[in-house]
């Protein structure tokens, strides 16, 4: 079966932006001495929301209408408002490093959702890519050990729970962009999930942004501009031509870079199977992309 492919320009902005979303675990544990999980969840889609409305008449594209613009608020209230309490909640009662491990999980939530509401067909290479990544995250847990036990079981299962609501990113928002604009679309599900946020916890945060240091609010604004409004936009941009379970591999560098930054700015501890695992994690990366590459973009590349 052929299955389409994605432009390699694509691949290596998505894993740019995997190392973007890696390090906000390690940002989540730095910010919580001062900011609950409601805090910054309604600071981070607050400032983005900010942004994206101010350069509104900017932004290419028609706006989603109808029940477009109904489909687009759901989203936003589900991923910008659910999700982000259980993923930063989850963060801050357990390790960045656990986190970071469970991110791996994440591609094969997406792609059942995908192949389950979008039809998309998972190819053998790409279900070997997925179980090769999942055995990566096993031996970065070390679950071969005789005292080993699921770290924060309540932390960890809010993190996954994410991940469900995650997947209505892609699933709903593919459609979504076939028919609007792509930043439109982001605005307005990023503005919809801030004014919940505000409406949840607008009064604690408003107390809590007296406390906030220089270096917090570099945090906040790195969240919003960065890993929101540029990586979530990304993100459209590259399913709107790609399959959603080919692009949730990429997924697969959270893990590898989340724990090693984790270790090297809040000193987490890291051993031997998390490296073997991170190398299993590559290896299903490798399967899983094989394929999947447009050769006419290949060619298309200039020579360094």
């Known amino acids: 079966m052929d299955f389409p492919s994605m432009k390699p ?14 390090a906000s675990f390690s940002m989540f544990k730095v910010l919580s001495p001062r900011l609950d999980a409601g805090n910054v969840v309604a600071l981070r889609y607050g400032l983005a929301a900010v942004f994206l409305l101010l350069f509104w008449r900017w932004l290419p594209g028609t706006a ?34 656990d986190a970071s491990v469970l991110m791996a999980l994440d591609p094969l939530v997406v792609s059942v959702a995908a192949a389950v509401f979008l039809r998309e067909p ?52 593919k459609p979504l962009v076939s028919r609007a604009g792509l930043f439109k679309v982001l605005a307005v599900a990023v503005a919809s999930g801030a004014v919940v946020d505000f409406l949840l916890d607008g009064p604690s945060t408003i107390r809590a942004v007296v406390t906030l240091s220089p270096r917090d609010w570099l945090l906040l604004v790195y ?61 299903g990366m490798i399967v899983g992309f094989s394929r999947q590459i447009s050769r006419s973009h290949l060619k298309a590349l200039p020579v360094l």
Request: with cysteine.
């Open 9 to 22: 320009l694509h691949l290596s902005l998505l894993v740019l932006a995997n190392v973007a979303w890696a």
């Open 64 to 97: 989603p209408r109808g029940g477009d613009l109904g489909r687009a608020m759901a989203m936003g209230v589900i991923v910008f408002t659910l999700s982000p309490r259980l993923q930063v909640t989850g963060v801050q009662l357990g390790k960045a490093v």
């Open 122 to 173: 998972v190819g053998p290479r790409r279900l070997a890519g997925l179980i090769l990544g999942l055995t990566g995250v096993l031996l970065m847990s070390e679950v071969w050990r005789s005292n080993y036990h699921v770290p924060a079981l309540a932390a960890n299962t809010l993190i996954l729970l994410s991940f469900v609501c995650d997947a209505t990113y892609s699933v709903m928002g």
């Open 223 to 283: 969240l919003a501009l960065i890993c929101t409004v540029a990586g979530y936009s990304l993100w459209f941009a590259v399913i709107k031509e790609s399959p959603v379970s080919c692009v949730a591999l990429t997924i697969f560098v959270q893990p590898i870079a989340g724990a090693a930054i984790a270790m090297a700015w809040l000193g987490e501890s890291i051993d031997w199977g998390r490296i073997l695992g991170g190398v299993v994690i590559v290896a």
